[in-house]
């Protein structure tokens, strides 16, 4: 059975940081690329970052791009997002997914067949 979790969300000052994390479970977690998507109230799932499954790429959305970074450590099972300098408008549910074999388009949320239960971030102004 596979499982993500996420965590590491919270309320923090708009400049701020946070670090999240997604551990896997049930999975091969090494064939995995692993992305992160945020849906805000009213808006639509978004892209925001991603790893390839051989961990040669990342991929960034531009709104990001300078002030988050994906990481992964395949030995814990676990993908994690730094997200520095936050915004108000980064404000948002957070979702980590898993697609095997993934590399490319991994910023669309057809591509991914797993999906955690999200984990809220909160910037404040």
């Known amino acids: 059975q596979v499982q993500l979790v996420e965590s590491g969300g919270g309320l923090v000052q708009a400049g701020g940081s946070l670090r999240l994390s997604c551990a896997a479970s049930g999975v091969t977690f090494s064939t995995y690329a692993m992305g992160w998507f945020r849906q805000a109230p009213g808006k639509e799932r978004e892209f925001v970052a991603a790893?390839?499954?051989?961990?040669?790429?990342?991929y960034y959305a531009d709104s990001v791009k300078g002030r988050f970074t994906i990481s992964r450590d395949n030995a814990k099972n676990t993908v994690y997002l730094q997200m520095n300098s936050l915004k108000p408008e980064d404000t948002a549910v957070y979702y980590c997914?898993?697609?095997?074999?993934?590399?490319?388009?991994?910023?669309?949320?057809?591509?991914?067949?797993?999906w955690g239960q999200g984990t809220q971030v909160t910037v404040s102004s």
């Open positions: 997914a898993a697609n095997q074999w993934g590399t490319t388009y991994l910023h669309h949320t057809s591509q991914y067949n797993y």
């Open positions: 790893y390839s499954w051989s961990g040669r790429s990342t």
